[in-house]
C-alpha cells in the first residue's frame, strides 16, 4: 500500500479550522480507495507559535519538513506579529527553501459558484505564477532609515534559470492539455525584467510551435480577465502578477472561500505544499464561519500530485454537486452552514458517490 507521509501546518486563524475539514475528507478518500494512505504530522507553527518562541517555525524546522511527501499549509498571519515576518519566516521560507518554483492557481467557475458577473462565462483557467524569485525576490535596501533623504529600493529579480523554467514548464503543460498559452508582463514600463521575460518566453517558444500563444500587459490582462475571461487557457506569469491576477480570478470565481493554490518543486527534490490561498481571516475565526472547499480544493490538488487524479477530479467534482445542490454552505456562500458541516457533506455525497 501506498502511504504519503503529509506533514500539516494548520496555522494561524481560520487555518486549522479548514484544514481540520480537509484530514477527515483525506482520510475517507484513502478508506474508501484502500489502495493507499495518508500519515500526517501535525506542526505547531504559526503566530502563536512566534508569541511564545520568538520564532515562527523551529530552527530545523525545514529539515523536519524535508522528510515529508507533501506540505497541507492552512494560512499564516494574525494581528499582534507583523505579517512581513508571519510570511517570511514561514511561508516564503518553506516556499523558497524547497524551491517550489511553480505556483498553480486554477480560475474555474464551477457550477453552483456565485460569480458577479452577470452573464456567467465559462472560465477555465490554469495560471501558472513564478514564485520563487521576481518581485518577491526580498532583494533591496533601505537607505538614510527616518531621515529626510530616505530612500527604499525593492529590486526584482529575474534570473534566465527562474525565467526559464517557469515559462518551459508553462509550455508543456499548455502543450500537454492541447490548450493556448497566455504570457502576462509590462515589458513597456519595466524596460528590464519585463522585457526580458517576453523575450525568453518567445526564445522557448521557438522549441513549441504547436502551442498557440499570446502576450498581454498586466493591466490589459486585468482588464480581459473581467470582460472577456475565456480568452485565457494557460497563464504564465511573475511572482507578483500572479498573485493579484488570482486574487481577482477568485472573486470571479467563487471568492476567497473557494480559491486553491499548490506550490509544486516539479523534480520532487523537495516536498510540494498546497494551501487554500486565503488568509487566517481573524474576522472570522473561531466562530465556525470558515468556508473549507479553498482548503479542499487545494486536497483535491495534492491527490492529483500523487497521481491519484481521478480522486482529485472526484472531489472537485463533489465540491461542485454541494455548490449546485446549494444546502450545506458557509454565510460566504450565502448559507448557514459551519465549516465541519460543510466538511461533513462533502464525506457524505463522496460516500454516496461510490457503488
Ligand atoms: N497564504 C496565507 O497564509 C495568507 C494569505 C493572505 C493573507 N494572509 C494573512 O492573513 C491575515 C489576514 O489577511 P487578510 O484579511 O488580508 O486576508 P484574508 O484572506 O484572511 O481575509 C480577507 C477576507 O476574506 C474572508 N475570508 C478569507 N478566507 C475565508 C474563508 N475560508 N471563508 C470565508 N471567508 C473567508 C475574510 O473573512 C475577510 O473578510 C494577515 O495576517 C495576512 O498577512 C496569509
Not at 510540494?272 to 466562530?287: L, T, V, Y
Request: hydrophobic fraction near 40%; include cysteine.
Amino acid at each position: 500500500m501506498d502511504v504519503y507521509k503529509i506533514a500539516l501546518i494548520p496555522g494561524d486563524g481560520v487555518g486549522p479550522e479548514v484544514i481540520d475539514e480537509g484530514v477527515k475528507v483525506l482520510e475517507k478518500i484513502a478508506e474508501m480507495d484502500g489502495g493507499f494512505r495518508f500519515e500526517f504530522t501535525r506542526f505547531p507553527w504559526g503566530c502563536e507559535f512566534y508569541s511564545e518562541t520568538g520564532k515562527m517555525m523551529d530552527e530545523d524546522g525545514m529539515e523536519q519538513l524535508s522528510e515529508f511527501d507533501a506540505i497541507y499549509l492552512g494560512a499564516v498571519g494574525f494581528p499582534g506579529v507583523p505579517d512581513h515576518i508571519s510570511l517570511w519566516d514561514l511561508l516564503l521560507k518553506i516556499r523558497k527553501g524547497f524551491d517550489q518554483y511553480i505556483n498553480l492557481r486554477p480560475i474555474k467557475l464551477l457550477n453552483g459558484a456565485p460569480c458577479p458577473l452577470t452573464e456567467k462565462p465559462d472560465i477555465d483557467m490554469l495560471v501558472i505564477r513564478e514564485n520563487s524569485e521576481g518581485e518577491y525576490a526580498g532583494a533591496g535596501d533601505w537607505l538614510f532609515k527616518d531621515k529626510p533623504e530616505e530612500v527604499v529600493l525593492q529590486t526584482g529579480v529575474f534570473s534566465r534559470k527562474g525565467t526559464e523554467r517557469v515559462i518551459r514548464y508553462a509550455y508543456e503543460e499548455a502543450r500537454a492539455a492541447g490548450k493556448t498559452l497566455t504570457s502576462i508582463s509590462k515589458g513597456n514600463a519595466l524596460n528590464y525584467s519585463m522585457v526580458f521575460w517576453d523575450q525568453v518566453f518567445e526564445e522557448v517558444g521557438k522549441e513549441y510551435p504547436d502551442v498557440k500563444t499570446a502576450s498581454y500587459l498586466v493591466d490589459a490582462a486585468s482588464m480581459f480577465f473581467v470582460l472577456d475571461p475565456t480568452r485565457f487557457e494557460i497563464v504564465v506569469t511573475s511572482n507578483l502578477f500572479g498573485d493579484i491576477l488570482t486574487d481577482l480570478g477568485a472573486a470571479l470565481t467563487g471568492g476567497l472561500g473557494l480559491a486553491a493554490g499548490a506550490n509544486i518543486n516539479p523534480e520532487k527534490s523537495y516536498p510540494s505544499m498546497f494551501e487554500p490561498i486565503h488568509g487566517s481571516a481573524p474576522d472570522i475565526a473561531g466562530k465556525e464561519l470558515a468556508n473549507p472547499l479553498a482548503a479542499l480544493w487545494s486536497a483535491s490538488q495534492m491527490l492529483d500530485f500523487f497521481g491519484q487524479e481521478d480522486w482529485g477530479k472526484r472531489l472537485l467534482n463533489t465540491i461542485e454537486d454541494l455548490m449546485v445542490e446549494n444546502k450545506v454552505l458557509t454565510p460566504d456562500m450565502k448559507g448557514q452552514a459551519t465549516t465541519k458541516e460543510v466538511g461533513d457533506q462533502v464525506v457524505e455525497m463522496l460516500t454516496a458517490k461510490v457503488v
